[in-house]
């Protein structure tokens, strides 16, 4: 059964605070993704990553950075949390030109 | 950026009733999914068109791509209330299977 999990359902967090979301997949995929989604805007792609080591920017880097060291673990981080990074944070993967699988989720709430 | 339009952006119907959401977009994409987001959850993908003029159905539902690969539709028949979710459409551009989201459409089915 296809399986991406995330470490926090919720999170608050103060402003300034470094945060770490992490997300873990077991199905051998080569591509994870980070997105945030905010009402009437869908899903936005924050970075993804097609293999170990290799980050690309999404529509919406600024603020955040990832890091990729191991092919099942995708980690998004916050450097200082702002009011403005408050958000739900989704994860997913894929075997490239198939489905992407997500997450349940991050509801993250910046003080 | 790649925009997808979505419309309407919220949906309230009863049992029984059709309708029609669609995606919209300037862009040629190589594929079209749409997925369905049911509270607390993160999208799960329902159906892929990849073919111009494309249409499938999936029990009562009717997605068709359009003939330029710009946009589609996704059709309801008679509405249940397990119809209700947030229903996402995504443009695939191929880099990695990257995707760009639709604004998403918020439906809700009551008895």
């Known amino acids: 059964d296809v399986k991406v999990t995330q470490s926090s359902r919720y999170l608050v967090k103060r402003t300034g605070e470094k945060v770490f979301l992490e997300c873990v997949q077991d199905?051998?995929?080569?591509?994870m993704f980070w997105y945030r989604q905010d009402p009437g805007l869908g899903l936005r792609l924050i970075y993804f990553?097609?293999?170990?080591?290799?980050?690309e920017k999404g529509d919406i880097p600024e603020g955040y950075s990832v890091s990729r060291e191991k092919k099942e673990r995708f980690s998004l981080i916050l450097e200082s949390a702002s009011t403005n990074q408050t958000s739900m944070y989704l994860c997913?993967?894929?075997?490239?030109?198939?489905?992407?699988?997500f997450g349940p989720g991050t509801r993250l709430l910046v003080l | 950026t790649q925009l997808l339009e979505q419309s309407p952006q919220f949906l309230s119907i009863q049992e029984g009733e059709n309708l029609t959401v669609y995606c919209n977009s300037s862009?040629?994409?190589?594929?079209l999914q749409w997925y369905r987001q049911e509270p607390g959850e993160g999208p799960v993908l329902l159906v892929t068109?990849?073919?111009?003029?494309e249409v499938k159905k999936l029990k009562r539902l009717t997605f068709q791509f359009g003939d330029a690969r710009k946009d589609s539709s996704l059709h309801i028949t008679a509405a249940q209330p397990g119809d209700t979710g947030l229903y996402l459409c995504?443009?695939?551009?191929?880099?990695?299977?990257?995707?760009?989201f639709g604004t998403g459409t918020r439906l809700q089915v009551t008895l």
């Open positions: 199905m051998d995929h080569e591509n």
């Open positions: 990553s097609y293999d170990v080591k290799m980050k």
């Open positions: 068109v990849v073919t111009g003029g």
């Open positions: 995504a443009g695939e551009t191929g880099t990695a299977s990257k995707l760009t």
């Open positions: 997913a993967s894929s075997l490239t030109g198939k489905t992407q699988y």
């Open positions: 862009s040629v994409f190589s594929s």
